[in-house]
């Protein structure tokens, strides 16, 4: 009698099936509770992660809520990798499908937040150029100039007040959302991710730059403030090079 | 066979695993610590402060790097991504030490997070033997191999947990991590000696000793079931068979893994300490 890996773990992930015939105790007794051991260890170890790797969605819907959740994920989604850093990204698919969470309509895109600041946190160092740079390029050539942006940057967009929420649930004293579309520029000006509330037409400028575009490009929303938004950029450490 | 790279071992000294809440405080005062180990996957990003910590600390300790995602008992071929991924680390970080487990955790693409049994037959022993042929050859490097927790047996074994690992390192010439803490959770569980096991491990080939703490439960007939949970101080007959261990094989560097729960770090000296004394009972 073989217990085949697909067996063994099948009855893993689906409570419904009985542990595989073929494993025993010392006693050569079937042996349920002890196979229940590395149920026990794969849910829990995975519902460990995410807490970990969702720490804003974890408040805000509770732990005991979070983990039921969890339990649902893993088993819909167990991991592609060994690589737990980034386990949990297709968490805002699932949350825009999981029933008991409709009510709360922003949970998906701060699990997206979550999920870039998690790449973030392990994104390629970069080296920044000195702000100086920009203002020794000749005027007449700005607007044919390009940039080269830091690997750890993303942008989310959100019809909800996302960097609000975030904030609310991870400093003292920020103020309560207000119900509103929200724009966040995910940095890592050195070795911890930050977040920044950006107006729509600053995150269509660098969602432009990111492609490799000119920065004359990017001047298609007459409410563009592109020295804001460079200025924003260079502080944070995100242009690495300008060409 | 590989022959091993001489001038980068492990000093026979106590470890622990490395926690990053503890980088401060091991860097202000390391004592009794003489090496770090960390789990590969942890530092398998691009780039960040996970790995900016490691480049630092590698400058100050040797590190023994350890995998925990290999799948190195797997029925399936080995993750050449993920291989690749782990040469990558070693190549850059040159560490004193790499080890893996007598185990899987990957079947079919899924990755399970935990370290899943294997029955002791000729058949599993030719495809463990593969596959550390196959990670030995690609990180150009002898690698150790960790014998499991053990919470139930396999009715197809045929062969013993010591007689298995003898044959794999005699036909790899990998060497071996012996879990002290694996060997009497194992034999509490399966009703064996583990003064047995010890004497029948193949000593010789061990090139490092981990130590952690275990939870306590009960099977369904009212048997012990003790879980390797690296969550708690390790208890005391474990430190008595960590020191049956050193009489016999000499002193080898000794890992504290405490993973979750972690506490802070004057608690987790003091069970490096602990190891100290233990080390300093024996010679070479």
């Not at chain 1, 260890?41 to 970990?52: I, M, P, R, Y």
């Not at chain 2, 694996?182 to 130590?211: C, M, W």
């Amino acid at each position: 009698m073989t217990v085949s890996q697909s067996s063994f773990q099948a009855a893993l992930l689906d409570p419904s099936l009985a542990a595989p015939n073929g494993l025993c105790n010392p006693d050569g007794q079937q042996a349920s509770k002890r196979y229940d051991v590395y149920r026990n260890n794969v849910a829990v170890s995975l519902t460990d992660a995410l807490v970990a790797g969702f720490p804003v969605l974890h408040k805000l819907v509770g732990d005991q809520f979070f983990r039921a959740m969890a339990g649902v994920y893993l088993r819909k989604h167990p991991p592609k990798s060994p690589l737990m850093m980034y386990y949990g990204e297709e968490m805002p698919q699932f949350l825009r499908r999981f029933q008991p969470a409709q009510s709360l309509k922003y949970l998906p895109d701060i699990a997206k937040l979550e999920i870039a600041m998690r790449r973030a946190y392990h994104a390629a160092d970069a080296t920044p150029i000195d702000p100086q740079r920009l203002s020794e390029i000749a005027p007449n050539q700005l607007l044919s100039s390009r940039v080269r942006l830091a690997p750890a940057l993303a942008i989310i967009r959100s019809d909800y007040p996302i960097h609000a929420i975030y904030l609310a649930n991870t400093t003292a004293d920020a103020p309560a959302p207000i119900m509103r579309p929200e724009t966040v520029l995910v940095t890592r000006p050195n070795l911890d991710p930050e977040i920044h509330l950006i107006s729509q037409a600053s995150a269509s400028c660098i969602a432009t730059l990111m492609q490799g575009s000119p920065l004359g490009e990017t001047l298609t929303d007459e409410t563009l403030d592109l020295g804001a938004t460079l200025s924003l950029l260079l502080g944070q450490s995100a242009v690495t090079e300008i060409y | 066979m590989l022959d091993h790279n001489s001038d980068n071992h492990l000093p026979p000294l106590p470890g622990v695993g490395y926690k990053p809440q503890h980088y401060s405080a091991i860097l202000a005062d390391p004592a009794p610590v003489g090496w770090l180990e960390i789990h590969a996957e942890n530092y398998m990003g691009n780039g960040g402060r996970p790995i900016a910590q490691l480049r630092h600390l590698a400058e100050r300790f040797p590190i023994s790097v350890h995998g925990v995602g290999l799948s190195i008992g797997g029925e399936g071929a080995l993750d050449k991504d993920h291989l690749a991924r782990l040469k990558h680390l070693v190549d850059w970080l040159n560490p004193a030490s790499f080890s893996e487990h007598l185990a899987w955790s990957t079947h079919d693409s899924h990755f399970l997070n935990d370290l899943l049994p294997l029955p002791y037959t000729e058949t599993t022993l030719t495809r463990v033997c593969d596959h550390i042929d196959e990670v030995q050859e690609t990180l150009n490097r002898q690698m150790l191999l960790e014998n499991p927790s053990s919470y139930l047996a396999f009715a197809e074994s045929t062969l013993s947990e010591t007689e298995f690992l003898r044959r794999v390192t005699q036909r790899t010439g990998c060497g071996l991590l012996l879990d002290v803490n694996n060997v009497f959770v194992s034999a509490t569980n399966l009703k064996t000696s583990p003064q047995d096991y010890i004497d029948d491990f193949p000593l010789t080939a061990v090139g490092e000793i981990h130590l952690g703490g275990h939870d306590e439960d009960e099977d369904e007939t009212g048997a012990p079931l003790l879980i390797d949970s690296h969550g708690a101080a390790i208890v005391d007959p474990v430190w008595a068979l960590l020191d049956y261990t050193l009489e016999r094989s000499g002193p080898k560097p000794t890992l504290i893994e405490w993973d979750n729960d972690v506490p802070d770090w004057p608690e987790l000296a003091a069970e490096a300490t602990r190891a100290a004394t233990a080390l300093s009972k024996v010679t070479a």
